[in-house]
Each structure stands twice: as C-alpha cells, then as structure tokens.
C-alpha cells in the first residue's frame, strides 16, 4: 500500500513537470540579459552585472507575464508595465528559438504608431 501511494504521488509530480516547459534564453553578444519563461506560467528577465570587486552576479530585473507563444517564439510583457491606451502592453521581450534572439516588441503607448519590433541580441536559447 505505502509503495503505490509513493509511486502514484512520483507520476503526479513528475507528469505536472513535464508539463511546464521552460525556455531559457542568454545574450551571447555582449549584453547582459537573460529571459526565462515557464510556459503558460511566470517569466523572469535578469542581468548580469559587474560589481565594485570585479565579480559578476546575476540579478533579477523584472517579472514577466507571457503574451504570446507560438512553438517557434515565445513574449512576455513586464508585470505593471506601461499599456497603451487600449490596455494592451507597450512593450515586450520575446525569444525566437530558431532565430537564436531576444528581440523586443514595441508600441506607442498613444497607439499614433504601428507596433515595432527588433533585435536585442543574439542568444543561446534552450528549451527544457
């Protein structure tokens, strides 16, 4: 009996891992940006920064709420980031997969111009 209850609760924990895809992407030209999304769940930008004593730590930057995911690309807007007049984010990080960039996705927030959109970086992009 203690044997299935263990194996049953192993499967659960196991398929809801499975489940939660994870797309990590790390600039590999020079910036310091990394982008970490949970598919369907929390996203997370950090930075890489030089201290005083000359060592390098990763900090988090932002929060993310994912916007958009395609299998090919995913994008998320900062949490309490700026919106447009019509309520929709203006601004957004995205990673294309096979492209191998974090680019960003930009709108007017008066909404008086077309949304744009361009490289960040090149990036190393791993999907676990």
Known sequence: M???????LS???????????QWEAKCTDGK???YLQTINGP??????VTLPDNTQRVFPYARL????FNGEAVCGEILNGLKTRSNRPATQFC???KSRLIYLK???PMESQPQSSGKF??????KR
Do not use: E, I, P, R
Request: hydrophobic share 40%.
């Open 43 to 48: 996203g997370y930008l950090y930075m890489t």
């Open 106 to 108: 930009h709108q007017d």
């Open 65 to 68: 709420k994912q916007t958009m």
């Open 2 to 8: 203690k044997k299935g209850w263990l194996l049953t």
């Open 32 to 34: 310091n940006l990394h």
């Open 11 to 21: 499967l659960l924990l196991c398929s809801g891992a499975a489940s939660a895809q």
């Open 95 to 97: 990673v294309n997969s």
């Open 121 to 126: 970086c090149t990036a190393t992009v791993l």
